[in-house]
């Protein structure tokens, strides 16, 4: 929380002196801060020292002069010029390092004072996790606060750091003591059943550390984190958050704008079409499952009006129904049913791309099917998706969505969603719809 606008403070500082190069300047400190961002700069970290980030800073600071330099002199000839402007640079970068400097000691020093500190599960209960609970309890400069093991059974091994639940209502146990923080270390089950029981959305809110079975290994970035002489790896794929879910939500509202005006005579002539075919009420709502499991009213053009509340709930396909008209069948055909989303989108019930919403009789059903089902529900749901994009539309088989969907939460980029959206282009053009 304090890096960031730290370091921007301290990159901006030259304009405090001249105005001269004011352009270069912010072009500069947003190189930089995305340099950082990228390198894993502004991550959390257990182990906070100056020393420890200052070959990885240096680097990125002249990463990101050298790049600077390059377009300064290219754009301008006057080597005065030039010259002028990177000592603005090289003075920002001495008060980036210096600015580092003092507030890894305020952490440091908050940490230690218990003013900052956050809730800590071990899950597991051998050698290592007893180590650990040790150390947090002794050096409150990690800022974690150990209240308890969980492991697969709630014996007690003599020696053993206290065990306040089971793997099974570790759920029940993250809200009881508000944990913030996870430390895989030594369970007594094997690492993809943990993994898998940790990637649902009741854990989305926490950090999640693990000590990697093979020591050595390192932290993304290259910046290797330890507990007292413990490695410890944070792991960052589980859901969407941080500044990698500012970035989506911030596409996904240039986005949705940008299409509302671009395509709003579309959306009128859907309007116009729906009212001619089926008369009042051309806007269909329908209570869906979003992020974190919480329901939410999904905004579509009618197309076909149900007997009862218990239809429209819980029957899955309505293809080939004999009450959905020619305009009606065309729109869904060529997803044009889904346009008035883009205002669920605005709202921020949905996103651009994520997992299709569904009904909660269909969530409960599947989730109870497919283990994996639940875990789409870490990220807001889409208008598109990756699974309805690969051919997983209609009369598919679930496991096959949920793993496409899980795939795309643990690998977002933004060029996976331009990916997307170029190919739900194609499908609406062939007419790929349902």
């Not at 390198?39 to 959390?44: I, T």
């Not at 002199?73 to 580092?100: D, T």
């Not at 941080?242 to 986005?255: C, E, F, Q, T």
Request: net charge positive.
């Amino acid at each position: 929380m304090l890096a960031a606008p730290v370091d921007l403070a301290a990159l901006l500082a030259p304009l405090l002196l001249s105005d001269r190069y004011w352009r270069g300047t912010l072009f500069a400190a947003g190189l930089t801060v995305a340099i950082f961002a990228t390198g894993g700069l502004y991550r959390g970290r257990r182990h906070m020292s100056i020393l420890d980030e200052l070959p990885n800073l240096g680097g990125r600071l002249l990463a990101s002069a050298a790049v600077v330099a390059i377009i300064a002199a290219m754009r301008h000839g006057s080597v005065e010029y030039v010259a002028g402007f990177m000592r603005g640079v090289a003075l920002s970068a001495g008060l980036v390092i210096l600015g580092r400097a003092i507030t890894r000691s305020m952490v440091v020093l908050a940490r230690r004072r218990r003013w900052v500190e956050h809730n800590a599960i071990i899950i597991g209960s051998g050698p290592i996790a007893g180590e650990l609970a040790r150390l947090l309890r002794r050096y409150p400069q990690y800022g974690l606060r150990f209240v308890g093991c969980v492991d697969v059974d709630d014996e007690q091994a003599p020696g053993a750091p206290p065990l306040i639940g089971t793997l099974d209502n570790l759920e029940q146990r993250v809200a009881l003591v508000e944990c913030d923080v996870l430390i895989v270390a030594d369970p007594h089950c094997l690492e993809p059943t943990v993994m898998e029981l940790l990637a649902r959305p009741a854990y989305a809110r926490c950090d999640l550390w693990t000590v990697p079975r093979l020591w050595g290994s390192r932290s993304p970035g290259g910046l290797p984190d330890h507990i007292g002489a413990i490695p410890v790896v944070q792991i960052r794929h589980t859901t969407l958050s941080g500044p990698r879910w500012m970035v989506k939500r911030a596409s996904d509202i240039v986005l949705a704008s940008i299409a509302l005006v671009v395509l709003s005579p579309v959306i009128a002539i859907c309007a116009l079409l729906t009212l001619c075919e089926g008369g009042r009420g051309i806007l269909f709502r329908q209570q869906r499952i979003g992020r974190y499991g919480k329901p939410f009213d999904v905004i579509k053009f009618r197309t076909m009006r149900a007997r009862d509340e218990h239809e429209s709930q819980t029957r899955w396909s309505i293809a080939g129904d004999l009450r959905v008209g020619p305009i009606g069948r065309f729109m869904r055909r060529t997803s044009l049913d889904e346009l008035p989303q883009l205002w669920n989108i605005l709202r921020g019930d949905m996103t651009v791309v994520g997992p299709r919403p569904e009904r909660p009789y269909f969530v409960e059903k599947f989730s109870a099917e497919h283990p994996d089902y639940a875990m789409r529900h870490r990220v807001p749901v889409g208008l598109t998706g990756l699974a309805q994009v690969s051919g997983l539309r209609g009369d598919t088989p679930i496991s096959d969505r949920a793993r496409f969907d899980n795939y795309y939460i643990e690998n977002w980029s933004l060029w996976l969603d331009t990916k997307v959206l170029l190919r739900t282009v194609a499908e609406v053009f062939r007419g790929g719809g349902r």
